[in-house]
């Protein structure tokens, strides 16, 4: 996590545990959250701070899609549905659904072209064998 966040792992706990994840939910630090999972490798009282970081993401997005920024829920909204329709990320088909998301359609396009010529980004996506697996999954969480 980075130094401008007013919450760390630890208090993002402290709080969750005194009942209180509504403040930890509406605080922006949870969203600045690399989810890189070392507080949770970290952590001595072995708890998961990285999974309740991510819970309260969801739930933040559940109760008010408002209070996340509008890019961060661009992002996590755009991977979340290659995922469900592929089975796995398809980068340039995030690309295009979180450019679309945002309105911000035309920062960083110069850089496409390298990225495809070079093979970093692909135009096809590859589903994976057990997609509908992956749509029973979305459906019972309620993702559709």
């Given at each position: 996590m980075?130094?401008?966040?007013r ?7 402290r ?5 209180k994840?509504r ?5 922006e ?6 989810t890189c ?12 701070p990285a999974g309740v970081?991510?819970t ?17 829920a ?5 991977f979340?549905?290659q995922i ?8 340039m ?6 450019k679309?998301?945002t309105?911000d359609?035309m920062?960083d396009v110069t850089?496409?072209?390298g990225m495809l010529s070079?093979?970093k980004?692909s ?5 994976i064998?057990?997609i509908d697996?992956?749509?029973?999954i979305f ?5 559709r």
């Amino acid at each position: 996590m980075g130094s401008e966040m007013r919450l760390k792992p630890h208090d993002v706990m402290r709080l969750v545990a005194s009942d209180k994840w509504r403040r930890a939910a509406a605080d922006e630090s949870i969203w600045l959250c690399l989810t890189c999972e070392t507080c949770s490798a970290r952590c001595p009282n072995d708890c998961d701070p990285a999974g309740v970081i991510d819970t309260l993401r969801e739930l933040g997005l559940d109760a008010d899609a408002a209070d996340a920024p509008r890019r961060i829920a661009a992002f996590h909204r755009s991977f979340l549905a290659q995922i469900e329709g592929n089975g796995r990320l398809h980068e340039m088909g995030m690309v295009v659904e979180y450019k679309l998301r945002t309105g911000d359609l035309m920062k960083d396009v110069t850089n496409a072209p390298g990225m495809l010529s070079r093979g970093k980004l692909s135009l096809r996506a590859d589903r994976i064998r057990g997609i509908d697996e992956i749509k029973r999954i979305f459906d019972k969480c309620g993702q559709r």
